[in-house]
């Protein structure tokens, strides 16, 4: 038997002593985690310093999550030179880097709200085409006139699908990702796309909906097995099926 699994059998024991001795050991471990792994430790830092502003806690992603996605939003700015684009919760900067391969010509802005995430950004792509910033920084308030802004795997809680008992959503409701979305759309020009996935809500759901219908793409309505709230923060089901681009009502000058 390992060391780990030794530790883990104090868990269980049925003395209280080594009970005791595993959440000792256990608090020691999450210390030193604390200094040396900066993702661990900036993600701590985020919850306390934003609390419920730091809806989405996970800063996993991957590259080129969304192919179907990103190639239809790329056929639908074949047109627009240089296109601005917005990566809302760009984390370390996958997503970004991912969109500027399906549309070289673009001008892409990363926004995220944990320090470390930017870093990392920053750290691996110098091209100036990609600017990243904070979400609550000057250079995101005053930005607008985006042609597509992407809100991928952030508009949710973990603690929404994985709890035990998850009949209200909790950490982050409807009235504040309705906010987020209301602000979200006061930055994309009309005729701009909207994409959205993996949300605890509907997007539909929202004020802003109605300014929107769903572009034609394989796959762009997507069933997902994962709980749904409704705008009483009331789950309604345990699948989703949403679409998750978006094109916003007006003229778009392409």
């Not at 001795?21 to 999450?30: A, G, M, S």
């Not at 609550?136 to 985006?146: A, N, T």
């Not at 209301?182 to 929202?206: E, R």
Request: hydrophobic share 35%; proline share 3%; aromatic share 14%.
């Amino acid at each position: 038997m390992t060391v780990k699994e030794k530790i883990k059998e104090l868990k269980h024991s049925r003395f209280i002593v080594n009970r005791l001795l595993f959440r000792l050991i256990q608090q020691v471990w999450k210390l030193s985690y604390i200094f040396t792994d900066g993702s661990y430790r900036y993600g701590i830092l985020t919850r306390i310093r934003y609390g419920s502003r730091y809806h989405q806690q996970v800063t996993f992603t991957t590259q080129n999550r969304y192919p179907l996605v990103f190639q239809a939003c790329a056929d639908y700015l074949a047109t627009v030179a240089n296109p601005r684009i917005l990566s809302f919760g760009c984390s370390t900067g996958e997503e970004p880097i991912s969109i500027g391969e399906y549309i070289p010509g673009a001008q892409i802005m990363g926004i995220d709200i944990n320090h470390w995430c930017l870093r990392q950004c920053q750290k691996r792509n110098k091209n100036p085409r990609f600017s990243f910033h904070h979400r609550f920084s000057k250079e995101f308030e005053i930005s607008s006139g985006f042609d597509a802004i992407f809100c991928m795997a952030v508009f949710q809680r973990t603690e929404n699908r994985t709890n035990s008992d998850n009949s209200l959503a909790q950490g982050f409701l409807f009235e504040q990702f309705e906010a987020e979305v209301a602000y979200l759309d006061k930055k994309l020009k009309n005729g701009g796309l909207f994409i959205i996935d993996h949300t605890d809500f509907s997007f539909t759901d929202t004020v802003c909906a109605k300014n929107y219908d769903p572009i034609p793409f394989e796959k762009n309505l997507l069933e997902r097995h994962r709980p749904q709230f409704d705008i009483n923060n009331q789950k309604v089901g345990e699948t989703q099926s949403f679409n998750r681009v978006f094109v916003k009502h007006g003229s778009f000058d392409k």
